[in-house]
Nanobody
Framework: QVQLVESGGGLVQPGGSLRLSCAAS????????MDWYRQSPGKQRDMVAT???????NYADSVKGRFTMSRDNAKNTVYLQMNSLKPEDTAVYYC???????????????WGQGTQVTVSS
């Protein structure tokens, strides 16, 4: 059993910053990529950023230059530093990871429960 737990969401004014965290725990043998997705009411869930096990990152065009994703492999944790936040960044942010179970040796995709980010004055 593996859990992904996000934290760090909240209410921030336009132009402000937030740092999200996502910690993976449980029967983990290894983690391949980890992603951040976001979903606004009535819209589909879109990928925001992704990071490979080697630390390579990729970002959605809408957040390039403002968001930075990083990873601490020793802690099985990823972070999303969000700067210059805009009202359109308001969404529930979800963590996603491709994990190999130490119990079954199978790969599968896990999702966190989400954390709300609201950008408003």
């Amino acid at each position: 059993q593996v859990q992904l737990v996000e934290s760090g969401g909240g209410l921030v004014q336009p132009g402000g910053s937030l740092r999200l965290s996502c910690a993976a725990s449980g029967t983990i043998l290894s983690i391949n990529y980890m992603d951040w997705y976001r979903q606004s009411p009535g819209k589909q869930r879109d990928m925001v950023a992704t990071i490979t096990s080697g630390g390579s990152t990729n970002y959605a065009d809408s957040v390039k230059g403002r968001f930075t994703m990083s990873r601490d492999n020793a802690k099985n944790t990823v972070y999303l530093q969000m700067n210059s936040l805009k009202p359109e960044d308001t969404a529930v942010y979800y963590c996603n990871a491709k994990i190999r179970s130490s119990a079954t040796l199978q790969w599968y995709t896990a999702w966190g429960q989400g954390t709300q980010v609201t950008v408003s004055s």
